[in-house]
């Protein structure tokens, strides 16, 4: 069992940042994939980034073509945290956002992770 805690949602304007956070609590953090994903009422849990480490200071990361170039993911294995940086913030970026995990491979649907937070609210005005 993983327990995930997100925090660090907030209302933010325009074009400015955020750094979200997920701490992990359970099993061993490293093993996981881990997955930014965000919803927006009436529409479906969305992709937004993801995150794997193959060993040593390797780590593999995956973006939805949104985030690209604007989000940034990072993890901390000693700290089992992982980060999703969002700069450039837009206001179609509003969602809730979700920390994700699940064991192997980075997947882009929320179907495949196991494991998840409870969400935090990013919000941006325009």
């Known amino acids: 069992q993983v327990q995930l805690v997100e925090s660090g949602g907030g209302l933010v304007q325009a074009g400015g940042s955020l750094r979200l956070s997920c701490a992990a609590s359970?099993?061993?953090?490293?093993?996981?994939?881990m997955g930014w994903f965000r919803q927006c009422p009436g529409k479906e849990r969305e992709f937004v980034a993801g995150i794997r480490w193959s060993g040593a200071s390797t780590f593999y990361a995956s973006y939805a073509d949104s985030a690209k170039g604007r989000f940034t993911i990072s993890r901390d294995n000693a700290k089992n945290t992982v980060y999703l940086q969002m700069n450039s913030l837009k206001p179609e970026d509003t969602a809730v956002y979700y920390c994700a995990a699940k064991g192997g491979f980075i997947a882009t649907h929320h179907l495949d992770y196991e494991y998840w937070g409870q969400g935090t609210q990013v919000t941006v005005s325009s």
């Open positions: 359970g099993r061993t953090f490293s093993n996981y994939a």
